[in-house]
């Protein structure tokens, strides 16, 4: 749980918080400090790069898989779609049950699954069956990664600063990408022990467990609220809270960020008693575990739908480049399968760099629109987004990046189709790991800001239109490449996604807050007794 900056009496003993200080840990939308989201930017930003790691270490080993299981290349690249598919179902069970129980258990169980399916993959390597099962296990484990972290962030963020977290959390998530790539090349270009790969992951994944067992505090909304209600259970709480004694004053310093005495207060964030918060709480956590499918129903809402659309069409164009370097720069530029893994590089960091520079551009849109209405930003319990263009605000100038993100997949496509110097190919691989990133992230952001009481739910969302949009094009880029040749698919792939996604922007920017209010006011009246 989170506190507000600790004023320890001698002997450890915390004070009882005085009625101001309960008031206004009952007023501020979080009682998380400044220090606890850098640290909490840093935990979130460790366990997102699992997915991209997990996903790309995995392309340069293709071949290798495919002679050592005695396969075809195309079953071996059924296990990605196999992958792509649970990476959709994942979010949509696991972050769908983090808004209910808490962010910390569903963190446990995750990634407790992703450590024991490498670890089978590690000692079963002559089954072309046990890799389909167990990639699908290796899935499920750790793609509700991303979809939980925005809703971390959702809960100690007010939506003017959501950007400063956002920003670094995404540069973390694809480090992965570029890591990913170099280690699986290498592995293959040694032809040494493709099971070296799932160790790597497998102590990776024991680590990450450790830290997160250790120290991510709970900050889901219904479990702890602004951050003053107390984590009652043994897995709410970082374990090594206990940690804490005279004898082991480097941890006491390093826990007291966490730690304080929980307020008393019957007062929640809302003003509300927090018996009755309670059981509203209990109630709701039912409703979301029996109805895990409520994403279908987001990606049926109008303010919701055109969001999703140009986030997955940005996640179809990077999974789509991905699938198809291996095999394209083997064949037009004869590079070893490290080589292949290095080829991933100026993409991965054209990605690191979107995300941060996105992070504070989102930020500066947002002051930028509240000055142009005249809205004055509450840091305190957040805006009311009711009122407040949200939409025109996280779009600012995204046509201009999709633009040019169009322009890149079609240079590209004509590049390796004309075969010109590899230098453009991986020019273009940057400019597009850039402008990708940044639309992946508004996107997504955006989503959770229209849909901030279930910001995990609709994360998972996100994650399952994405990933359908990549397994279709994960599974039809070589044969349409085999049919069309790489200038055209990609000059077909950029134009449909690119003015797919700028009417879906134009839409967005023009109805968004007004479908938005309806649902709104709509869902109010449904909660009214007898409405």
Known sequence: MSTLPSTREPGGASPEPSPEVEARQAIAYTTFNVRQRRLLTFLLGLTTTLSPLTATIYFPLL????????????????????????????????ATLSDSLGRRIIYLVTLTLYVSSNFGLALTQNSYVALLVLRAVQSLGASAASAISYGVVADVCIPAERGAMVGPISMALNLGTCIGPIVGGLVAYKSVNYGWVFWFLVFFGVVLLAVVAGFLPETARNVVGNGSREARRWWERPWMTPLRSGTLTLWHGFMNTWTTKPCSSHLTE????????KKT???????????????????????????LLVHGFSYMIDFSIQTSIPLAFT??????????????????TGIILGGYATGILMDRNYKITAKQIGHRINREQGDDINDFPIERARTQGSPYLVSILTCSVVGYGWALDQHRHIA????????????????????????????SDTPS????TASITRCALAALGTATVHPLIGVLGRGWYFTLLGLF????????IWTIRTWGMVWRNKRVAGTARSDVPGG
């Not at 290349?73 to 994942?90: D, K, M």
């Not at 809302?270 to 918060?277: A, F, L, V």
């Open 270 to 277: 809302k003003g509300i008693d927090s018996k009755t918060d």
């Open 63 to 94: 071949p290798l898989l495919a002679h050592r299981l005695n396969t075809t290349a195309q079953a071996i690249n059924l296990s990605i779609t196999i992958y792509i598919i649970f990476q959709a179902l994942s979010p949509a069970i696991f």
């Open 457 to 460: 739910t609709a994360a998972a």
């Open 424 to 451: 453009i190919a991986l020019i273009l691989q940057f400019i597009q790991g850039v402008f990708q990133s940044s639309i992946y992230i508004f996107s997504n952001t955006l989503l959770i800001d229209i849909l």
């Open 497 to 504: 996604t690119g003015l797919s996604s700028v009417i879906a």
């Open 331 to 348: 064949d037009l530029y004869h590079l070893n399968e490290l080589e292949v893994g290095l080829s991933y590089l100026p993409r991965g």
């Open 281 to 307: 709480a209990f109630a709701k956590k039912k409703l979301k575990i029996l109805n895990p499918l409520q994403c279908l129903r987001i990606l049926l809402l109008k303010d919701a739908a055109p969001i």
